[in-house]
Each structure stands twice: as C-alpha cells, then as structure tokens.
C-alpha cells in the first residue's frame, strides 16, 4: 500500500506466531481484559485522492502584484491499525459525521475505550478518515481570501457550520430539552463538556459535488482490496454513495442514523444489493422538543430503503436497537455507555453476513 | 489522567512480565527491526483547555431572530501512546508547525515510520497534539458567518495562511529553487505531493493574545507529572513559550527552525535556564533563492538565545547539524531520510540533560 507502512501481519514469522502462542496459553489471546497490552503489527497514516488547484492571493503589499501558486485540494486524510493477524479480516473504515473528526470513534468523552481501538483488539484492521475539509483533511481556504481581498462579495462565504451545545444536546437525543437528560439516557452526559471540544466548524458546504469524501471513500476501500465501510450521521450514507461512484472495494455497508435516501433508481438499488448492508438508529428518536433534527423522519426514510434494497435481492438489515431490548442509546452510540455492546453487534453482524459470505464462496 | 485511558504500564502484571520476558528471549525487545509488533501499554486521546463562548448566528429565515448558543473555543487536541514499561521515561510532547498537523511526526510522505512511532519504540510516552484552531482541534468560525451575514465588514475576516507549493519548496529549503532538488538533500522529494497533502490553511491569525496552544503545553506538561516538549518552525518556541506561562511541568524543550526571542528579561531568561534545552538546525540555510524566510536570521537569533541562557546559568545547546557532519537535512527534517538518526540525536540529548539530571536529583 503506497504512503503507508508495510502489512507486516502478511510477514508473521515463526518468532511472531511463538509470541501468540505464549500469550494465548498465558491466557492474554481473549483480550476480554480491555486494559492488556495492544499489540499492533502495523499502524501510521496517508492520504487518498487529492488534486492540485491554481491559487492567487493578494500581495502583502497592495501596490505589488498578487502571488500565484498552487495547493492541493480534496485530500482525505486516513489514519490506520492493523493487529497482528489482521489480515484474517476484512478492514474497517470508519468516517464522522458533521462538525466532529474522527476524534468520534476515539476515546470517549468519559475516557473510556472507542471504537476505533475496540474494533482492533477485535483483529480488525481499522481505519479513521477524517472527511474532506475537515481537520487533518484541511479546507480550501481560497474562497475566504477572496472575499478578505474584496475580490467577491461576503456572499459568497462558505456556511461555517457550527453546532452550539444546544443543538447538540438536542440532535444528539440527551433529553427532552436542554440540560435535562433522559434518565435511562445512555450517554456519559456528566463527560458532555469534552463532547463539546470534538465540535469543530463543518466546511461541507465549500465541496464540489459529488463530495470528493464519497470518491475517496470508495477509492480507499478499492486500495485495501476490499472494506467494511461505517458512516454516521452526516456520514451515514456516505458508503452507499461511495458504492455507487465504484462498488468493486465496498464489502459491506454500515449506515448510523442518518436520513436515508429512497428515490434511488432500479440500477442503483441493483448495486447496493451486492452488498449486505446494516443500517442502526438509537432510542428515543421522537422524544426530543424542537430541535432541527426530525429521527422519525430519518428513521423511516431507512425502513423504507432498507425495504427497497431488500426488494432488489439484497442483504439489507434494519438493526432498531429499543425493539432488540436495548434501550436510552443516543445519536452518539459509539460513545454510550454501552458502546462495546454495540460494537459487538455489528462485529457479529461482519462475520456472518461480509466474512462468512466470503468464506463460503470459495 | 482524567479523559484518557488508565495507564496500564503502572499495573503490569505477572503475565505481562512472563510475555515480555519471553519476547526479549525470542530476540524481539531490542526493536531495531521496525517492522516488529508493537507493543502499546495505553493509547487514546483527549483535550487540554478549552472555554465556552456565546455564539450568535443568522436564522435560515431572514425574519426570524437569529439564534444564540454556546460554542467551545480554545481547545487542544492531543492524541497518545504509551509503550509498555513507558513509566520509565519522561513523556514526550510534538506539536506542528505553520499550515500543517500533527500528521508531520506519523509516517513520512514516502511511507517510512515518523517520530511519533519511533519514539514510542524507544519506549517513551509520546503525546500528538494539534494546534489550538488547526485540525482536530477546530477553530472559532463566529467571525466568518459574522462576515458572511454583513454585521461585519469583510476586512475582519482572518487571514487564512494558505501556503502553496512554491512557498513550500523555498521555505522547507528543498532546493535552490521551485522543482530543482539539492543534490545532497535529505527530503524524500520524489514523494513531495505526498507533504503537499499535509498542508492544510491555517487560522491561528484567529487566536487571542496570549495563544491558548502556549497555555495548554504548559497545562498538559503539568497533567502528565512532567514532560519533554517539542516544537518545530511556527511552533519552535512555543516550548519557551509554554514554560515562561507555567514551567512547573516542563522537564525539557526541544526547538527546531524557528526564529528565536532575543529580547527576553532577564526574569524570563532565569526561568528558561532551569529547563534543559535543545535547538537544533538543517543544511542549506542560506542557499534558498527568493522565498520568505531568512533562515540564517533565525538561526542567528538561536545562536543568541542559546548563549543567552547558557550565560543565565542554563543547560542550553544548538545542534547545527551540518557541523556534526549530518549534511542536506531540510526543514522537515523529521520526514528527512535520515529521519531515526536524528531522532536518535534527541532520545539521547532527553537520557543525558534531562533524564540524568532527574535520576542524579533522587
């Protein structure tokens, strides 16, 4: 793989596979003690896509003319671990949502373990991508200069989205108003201060279409030879969008409550078929005063697609957590309380219906 | 360490023991091979710093009110691991510089191990942090959507330091001149694109006086009983800068190609001379044509800091590295081909001047 350190679980040695012998007969092989060393074969980080652009901006002396250069654009950041003898599995890429980073699937607010390490120790291949004009991805900050310089008018600024702790605390499903929480909320909401410092401003709106994070999505799980891909939220059907640029990389589907698109046509429902696909919404999705966010809507816009992909032959499951007993999960799930909980159900759900399917075919 | 995972190196057990005892028996605790396992005692990530800020924003309905919250600024991303046995070490602190992330210390742009890694393998507690308004850290985009809306006039619109990759080949020193490498050069140039990804617009035009980045590395330093910090070019002397807000943690600075203050009181440069001190300088200072930094002024400057607090009774040295005989590093000299040598430089400069010193204290 260019731009990233070599697999060396492809390269496991005699001495490697005696240290996973001892460490299994010691009793260290479950990792169900989530406080045991983390021992990775490989990690680091690179980038997918990305182009160069022409740039002018105005000389620091206005009598001088403007200076010319270029920049690159549209990169998508990606950072990366792979356990040893990950390679038994197929990589997982997860992408946030709006106004966070991939500081999402990290630790917790309340400091526990996330996902993004979880998901590891599970012999997973993870991978994070920070989205397109966003954090270590960086922005296309030509636009801005512009109107500094009076070159174009204010107009056209990008829309700096930036969420307050109200809009959090209410799209996010905390309570039924602002700081009142639900009590069997499972949100860690006395840590909800350092929730509040992931909140970074989304520059979505300065992207061309389609979102170069669905191409590189798409181009990322063709480089790894194959990817479960995750979104949530304003990510959350970034996989199907990046199935349907090239679905010969994507896997298997992970979609975590977001609207769901249902005017999709025949061929492109024909497409996601070919890949199982696992879409999960929380609790509590109507219980929430005013607010901007509508689950229920969003809720039912994805039975419905989930039904449309299913009517097309494919493996398209709706996994409604309150209906399965599991209750007071937020719009921030991979932060619960009960995260790993989670986690398990769609490291369960990889197994049976992305791996063994691989397996079985050949 | 509240919102971070426990330190599991302090809790090592009986089993883990066994297994590191067997690993260094099958010849794998020397680590010279990178391509090795390794072995994490903790990881995770958290924020230093951060404070509420009341936010106003345009309704979507031009008739509405517009619509007030709270936003968090100021904060500091810092991302973490922690070998096994790191308890034995001072931890360590990187932050970037100008137009870049914390990406700069993890894998090169041609795919070699960053320093970041490098360091945890010689076994020290190494700390990520992205600057206060870059990167995962976020910045405060209440002055842009102010401009947007027209309450204020586009001329308070920050200066977005976006720079090119002109601008990057004269100042990072990659050549005489835009696309002509110096024959002796240590940057892989033949993966430049790669760096020029990394380069993402920088806002810090929009922080307060002083920078919160200065105050959160003095803050960190204290959370972690003590630490190492390291800056580079924008954020070279920041370490200085962290330690004359609060140098109760500061247990060492490490400075790279900056410019350095001169004008220091002799109060502050009597608290800098209690901090061991490094700074340390590439080749080719002075054989870039054009570009807009003067790195022999910078380096001068050092050289009059350094003999500054030396004559304050300091522990301060400049490591030129072309008088060591260490020719054609650049700028990015922790993405220079000879990369680990330099780093070896400073893991030995932290045993000698910082780590000595603590034991030869007890």
């Not at 793989?1 to 007969?25: C, H, T, V, Y």
């Not at 980073?101 to 291949?125: A, H, L, M, Q």
């Not at 398209?316 to 209750?327: D, E, F, H, S, T």
Request: charged fraction near 15%; aromatic fraction near 8%.
């Amino acid at each position: 793989m260019p731009n990233s350190r070599s697999n060396g679980g492809k390269e496991l040695d005699m001495k490697q596979s005696w240290i996973l012998f001892l460490a299994a007969a010691l009793g260290l092989s479950a990792a169900d003690d989530l406080k045991k060393p983390l021992v990775l074969a490989s990690q680091g980080s690179f980038f997918v896509g990305g182009e160069s652009k022409s740039y002018t901006t105005p000389s620091p002396n206005p009598q001088a003319p403007a200076i010319t250069g270029d920049i690159t654009i549209n990169q998508m950041y990606v950072q990366f671990q792979t356990p040893v003898g990950g390679e038994r599995h197929t990589p997982v890429v997860m992408v946030h949502g709006c106004c966070l980073s991939s500081k999402t699937w990290e630790t917790t607010p309340d400091g526990r373990i996330g996902w993004n390490e979880y998901f590891v120790r599970k012999g997973r291949p993870t991978y994070l991508a920070d989205q397109v004009s966003r954090a270590r991805s960086g922005f296309d900050g030509a636009k801005i200069n512009a109107v500094r310089s009076g070159a174009v008018p204010p107009s056209q600024l990008p829309n700096v989205l930036t969420a307050s702790h109200q809009t959090a605390w209410s799209v996010f499903r905390f309570g039924p108003k602002f700081g009142q929480a639900f009590p069997d909320g499972q949100f860690p909401i006395e840590a909800v201060d350092e929730l509040y410092k992931q909140m970074i401003p989304d520059l979505n709106s300065l992207l061309p279409s389609p979102n170069p994070t669905w191409t590189n999505m798409a181009a990322l799980a063709v480089k790894l030879h194959g990817a479960v891909l995750i979104g949530h939220s304003e990510s959350g059907f970034f996989p199907e969008q990046a199935a349907l640029i090239d679905p010969s990389g994507v896997k298997g589907i992970v979609s975590i409550e977001m609207p769901c698109a249902t005017n999709l046509t025949a061929s492109q429902l024909s497409t996601l078929a070919k890949i199982p696909t696992l879409v999960m919404f929380g609790d509590h999705l109507g219980d929430v005063q005013g607010g901007i966010a509508n689950w229920m809507t969003s809720f039912e816009s994805c039975n419905t697609f989930v039904k449309q992909v299913a009517g097309a032959g494919g493996d398209a499951q709706m996994m409604y957590l309150p209906k399965m007993g599991i209750k007071g999960n937020s719009h921030m799930l991979m932060q619960d309380r009960n995260n790993l909980q989670l986690a398990d159900l769609i490291l369960e759900w990889i197994d049976k219906r992305v791996e063994a399917k691989k397996t079985s075919r050949k």
